[in-house]
């Protein structure tokens, strides 16, 4: 952080999107590569469309790696579902993947197919765990909670995790302090709210507003410094907890930014319920994160940026229609427009009736 530094409201001149894009476009080799050369998903359809339960005792893969796959497959264009919710080779995919292609090219992305980044991927989507977690040496990055070996629990990593992180939220969190509307909300809980810099933005942009940042407490070290720097001591509560475990404390609002794509829909149920719980009538639960289409065939950048977060955590990206449903489930009403902030990031909201 520079010396100078002062707002987190302040913009940037250039939108970073495209660079986020292409980070993330590694994942189509892998994704590519791991379906035509080790899952053999266009061999098993030579012979006709596979429903959704076919196509997964054929590639042996759970719920969680099905959909992050199957999604990537239908934003590249190389496969579709039809109205009876099979599956079929595209016309490209049918002419140049799979065995009996008249123009194959299997052989040419099978290069890459012994590659470490690819041979990683087909392990994550056959052993549906992320990265680290069955390695007490390095354990998962991005996420913890009890019971799981987490990179987040050691001081030096977590503060390197966090401050990586930081990098986009610097970014986002100016768009989304000029383009949230928080009427009426005293107090926000930002759950996972990793350097805070959400919570800084945001009060910074809302003069009666006071935040709460609940985190681990190696990550809220490295808030503590951002809090400091911003001078928002004295708005910006730091709330060393675990969102699964502890009581989250009663607010107006809930913002959960990048969080529950990090977990799977058990989970993530179950801590928007909690949720849900900490907000009065009329209290709300903001849901930020970026979101697949409702018909879970793209967009394609979001499609790669699920592949990224299955591989790191033990979530992937949902769709809005998703995110509506664990809303409903928790006993909200969400609302139907998306705010948008950027790098493919929106704001969904939950509104508490009763």
């Known amino acids: 952080m520079e010396e100078s530094l002062k707002s987190a409201t302040s913009f940037p001149e250039t939108d970073p999107t495209p660079i986020f894009e292409l980070f993330r476009g590694s994942h189509a080799t892998e994704i590519l590569v791991a379906a035509v050369c080790h899952l053999n998903v266009f061999d098993r359809m030579a012979d006709g469309p596979l429903g959704w339960t076919e196509l997964k005792e054929h590639t042996g893969l759970a719920e969680r790696p099905m959909v992050v796959l199957v999604t990537a497959l239908q934003a590249m264009g190389l496969l579709e579902k039809d109205d009876s919710g099979s599956y079929s080779p595209t016309p490209i995919a049918r002419e140049h993947l799979g065995v009996g292609a008249g123009f194959g090219v299997d052989g040419y992305l099978g290069l890459a197919a012994e590659s470490p980044g690819v041979l990683d991927f087909v392990e994550r989507l056959r052993s549906n765990k992320p990265r680290g977690a069955e390695d007490p040496e390095t354990g998962a990055a991005f996420i913890f909670k009890e019971g799981m070996d987490s990179a987040m629990d050691r001081e030096a990593d977590a503060r390197h995790l966090t401050l990586s992180l930081a990098g986009r939220a610097n970014n986002v969190a100016p768009h989304l302090a000029a383009n949230l509307d928080l009427s009426g909300v005293q107090t926000l809980l930002d759950v996972g ?52 475990a502890d009581d989250l404390p009663e607010c107006d609002a809930v913002l959960l930014s990048n969080i529950l794509h990090d977990w799977d829909i058990p989970e993530c149920e179950s801590l928007v319920k909690r949720c849900a719980g900490a907000v009065p009538t009329g209290g709300r639960i903001l849901i930020h994160d970026v979101f697949l289409n409702d018909a879970m065939d793209g967009p394609l950048p979001l499609a790669l940026y699920s592949a990224s977060l299955f591989s790191l955590t033990e979530g992937r990206v949902y769709s809005a229609a998703e995110y509506r449903t664990m809303l409903e489930k928790a006993g909200l009403e969400p609302l139907s427009a998306i705010t948008k902030t950027l790098v493919h990031c929106g704001v969904l909201e939950g509104l508490r009736k009763h």
């Open 193 to 244: 709210g990793g350097s805070g810099i959400y919570s800084i933005a945001l009060v910074q942009a809302n003069p009666g507003l006071r935040a709460i940042v609940m985190d681990g407490p190696e990550v809220l070290k490295v808030a503590a410094e951002f809090v400091e720097k911003h001078g928002v001591g004295d708005r910006v509560e730091l709330l060393v907890g675990d969102m699964f």
